[in-house]
């Protein structure tokens, strides 16, 4: 079991930046890897980027260039820096991971004004 806490959305306006962090409460290493998603009104939940316990990276081709994932693991903390947002980053960004179970964190509002 663990615990994915969210925190770092805001109201932002179109071209600044926002840094997510997913705070877990056990070791993050543990995972085959951690992610970021997203879910915009309207729109189905969707991968934005992907850590694996390598350190290796994935993104969605919507956010990169603009986007960067990476971890801290003494702090089993995973971060998503998201810069040159747009409004149609807006959602609410969660983070995940799995076991033999999937592990859902509550969410974190991103809103990117025009």
């Known amino acids: 079991q663990v615990q994915l806490v969210e925190s770092g959305g805001g109201l932002v306006q179109a071209g600044g930046s926002l840094r997510l962090s997913c705070a877990a409460s056990?070791?993050?290493?543990?995972?085959?890897?951690m992610s970021w998603y997203r879910q915009g009104p309207g729109i189905q939940r969707e991968l934005v980027a992907r850590?694996?316990?390598?350190?290796?990276?994935t993104y969605a081709d919507s956010v990169k260039g603009r986007f960067t994932i990476s971890r801290d693991s003494a702090k089993n903390t995973v971060y998503l820096q998201m810069n040159s947002l747009k409004p149609a980053d807006t959602a609410v960004y969660y983070c995940?991971?799995?076991?033999?179970?999937?592990?859902w964190g509550q969410g974190t509002q991103v809103t990117v004004s025009s």
């Open positions: 995940y991971t799995w076991d033999r179970n999937d592990y």
């Open positions: 056990g070791s993050i290493l543990r995972f085959n890897a």
């Open positions: 850590i694996t316990n390598s350190g290796s990276t």
